[in-house]
């Protein structure tokens, strides 16, 4: 059984002249990945990876998430997730190591609420609020056999409701 998680970074700032890539999580955006990860320690879940996009906003989701939670591997980033490349996304959750169960992939809309609504075997859209975390599970050994409409669509958590 292979486990996925897929969260939005949490809510940033646009200030002035900073550029996309650069912006940061405010003090809302922290209190939310707070939140998250004490869930994600409640629920006892474990990720083998965390991969992230390179844009701020989303390293520093991840990073609050690993220091709460006491992973200890480094955060893995992939250029692929700041863009809206699904295909290239696809590929690399088909390249995730086959000793790795549980991955946390950290990212952005509007490609993460398309990927998840994809990746899910059942109908209907799913949308990714700021910081929220989706869990989608897979019967399968080898992430080479991840495609679209593969996984079971477990649960979402969303700060607001926490």
Known sequence: MKKLYFMRHAKSDWLGDVDDKDR?????????AKKIAAEIIKKEIKFDKIICSPAKRAYQTAEII???IGFS???IIE??????YQKEILKVIKNIDNQAQSVLLVGHNPTWSQMVSQLKKSPGK???DNANFVC?????????????EK???DYIISPKNL
């Open 24 to 32: 940061i999580i405010n003090y809302i955006g922290i209190n939310e």
């Open 66 to 68: 690993k220091n709460k």
């Open 73 to 75: 591997d480094e955060i």
């Open 79 to 84: 250029e692929s997730f700041y863009f809206d």
């Open 126 to 128: 799913i949308y990714l």
């Open 136 to 148: 989608l599970s897979a019967d399968f050994n080898d992430w080479k056999e991840a495609n679209y």
């Open 151 to 153: 996984f079971d669509f």
